[in-house]
């Protein structure tokens, strides 16, 4: 057993993994007491989107058909960023793919 916060996890298991994600299945006993189970999603890169602005304070936003909506969707610039590579760069380059610019000046939020 092993506590987290007011959690314990009695056992844990690697259930499902791919190159982006793994999931792990916990089963804990609950703050209240209650027996469960619990599903963590390990993301294995990091998360950048892009907010492209022109000198007019336009913006450009790309669709695509999203599987897991089963619809498409309007969405910013956006990708997924190796943990070794600044995620400046990362965000450069879906920009480049996604939309076909490249930005002048960046400023980086998060």
Avoid: C
Avoid at 10 to 39: C, F, M
Avoid at 97 to 108: F, P
């Amino acid at each position: 057993m092993k506590k987290r916060g007011p959690w314990t996890t009695l056992s844990e298991r690697l259930a499902y993994e791919t190159p982006w994600i793994a999931v792990s299945h916990h089963e804990v006993i609950d703050p209240g007491g209650k027996q469960g189970v619990y599903g963590v999603i390990h993301f294995k890169n990091l998360a950048v989107g892009v907010i492209p602005l022109d000198d007019d304070m336009n913006t450009w936003i790309v669709g695509q058909y999203r599987y897991p909506l089963e619809a498409y969707s309007w969405e910013m610039p956006e990708g997924g960023g190796k943990r070794d590579i600044p995620a400046i760069e990362s965000a450069k380059r879906e920009l480049r793919e996604e939309v076909g610019i490249m930005a002048e000046r960046w400023t980086e939020v998060l």
